[in-house]
């Protein structure tokens, strides 16, 4: 497999592992810098996610002017200082300032990855490409919640920051090497505005918004409704979360047969899949030994949806995949925040199994309007 493939997954995974590793260390750190709860430290991974949202509006555009590769390097940069600072964070306000400087980089980062991965895709295989490189948030998953578990009871919480410093140089070094595309996309400049004006996304960015709500109403509150409603500790989530990665990765499987099919056909097929996920889940939430036989499907199904969108994306206008790649972003971690408050008012009385009737309704939402987008919008027939 290419070598800059494979640095772009790597890096995925670690820039990825810094919005998930805070959740499962949020008490030791609490108790460390004296906060009166770990939901006051989470304030960090709040902030970090509107660092991430607001970088992918505003800086990610500067990719198509500055290139995707130099844009990549600087955001690196940024995110290793910012993870630093996280580590020598004396209090939750340092921690706080430090986490929203590091989503300000990967909200740089993030687009700019995706733009590489389309760029360095060889004809034909953008959609292959592309998947590698998205198996690298299954690292991050298995890392990022597992790992930092560990790392922060036998050395401490710092620790895992630290580490996440270091692997940010680790992947740094080799990029800095790596003859990676340098042309300009953009002679002009581009924003937000720019982007959307682009004909066909805004069915693309629907279509990555319903996915993104339907993923985190469900992955949100899994960990809540095993430890409240199903009486598990909390380390059987991160059984669930592994198994959901083992699918992600192992539907690297099925991306060569995307790069044959029209988008539009494909992802409204991947929504068709995911109603009826959703709607097995909602039978198969009252036990954990059901929910452990089904997640994996899950993974499979959302690096298939994941892969189709950010392809859709790819392909409406090179010219602007900075701004266009930061609009994917943006309404991904929108989607996080909207997730979390809509699904919230109907999971304290019925579970999880509410929040599965809330996702198969969207994603069966979903399969009628990418239909009829086709017939209203250019869409690339297929990702290639």
Not at 323 to 351: D, K
Not at 359 to 381: D, E, H, I, M, N
Request: glycine content about 10%.
């Amino acid at each position: 497999m290419n070598r800059s493939v494979l640095l772009l997954t790597a890096i995925v995974g670690v820039v990825g592992s810094n919005s998930l590793v805070l959740s499962p260390i949020a008490a030791k750190v609490a108790l460390s810098l004296g906060a009166d709860s770990p939901a006051g430290v989470m304030t960090a991974a709040a902030l970090y996610g509107l660092g991430v949202a607001a970088a992918a509006l505003v800086l990610a555009p500067l990719a198509d002017r500055f290139g995707a590769a130099r844009s990549l390097r600087v955001a690196l940069v940024l995110l290793a200082l910012a993870l630093a600072a996280s580590a020598l964070s004396s209090t939750v306000f340092m921690l706080c300032v430090a986490q929203s400087i590091a989503g300000i980089g990967a909200g740089v980062a993030i687009p700019a990855l995706y733009t590489l991965a389309a760029q360095i895709a060889p004809k034909g295989q953008e959609a292959r490409v592309i998947g590698t490189v998205l198996t690298g948030w299954t690292l991050s998953m298995v890392g990022g919640v597992t790992l930092s578990a560990y790392v922060a009871d036998f050395f401490g919480w710092q620790y895992v920051y630290g580490g996440l410093c270091f692997a940010v140089f680790a992947v740094l070094v080799p990029l800095a090497r790596m003859d990676l595309p340098q042309q300009l996309a953009s002679q002009s400049a581009t924003s937000p505005l720019t982007a959307l004006k682009v004909d066909g996304i805004v069915p693309a960015l629907v279509a990555v918004a319903l996915l993104g709500l339907g993923f985190y109403g469900v992955y949100n509150y899994l960990g809540a409704h095993l430890e409240v409603n199903l009486n598990h500790p909390v380390r059987d989530a991160g059984i669930l979360t592994l198994l959901y990665g083992l699918g992600f990765a192992g539907a690297m499987a099925f991306d060569g047969i995307l790069d044959r099919i029209p988008v539009v056909r494909g992802l409204a097929g991947i929504f068709a899949l995911l109603t009826g996920f959703y709607l097995v889940l909602i039978w198969a939430s009252s036990s954990y030994m059901l929910l452990l036989l089904i997640i994996p499907a899950w993974g499979i199904l959302e690096h298939l949806g994941l892969n189709l969108t950010v392809g859709w994306l790819t392909r409406l206008d090179p010219a602007q995949r900075g701004a266009i790649m930061g609009l994917n972003s943006a309404v991904m971690y929108l989607s996080v925040f909207v997730a979390t408050l809509v699904y919230r008012p109907g999971f304290t009385p019925y579970g999880l199994a509410i929040c599965g009737l809330i996702s198969a309704g969207l994603s069966l939402f979903a399969v009628v309007y990418v239909l009829q987008s086709r017939r209203k919008t250019a869409v690339p027939t297929a990702v290639v």
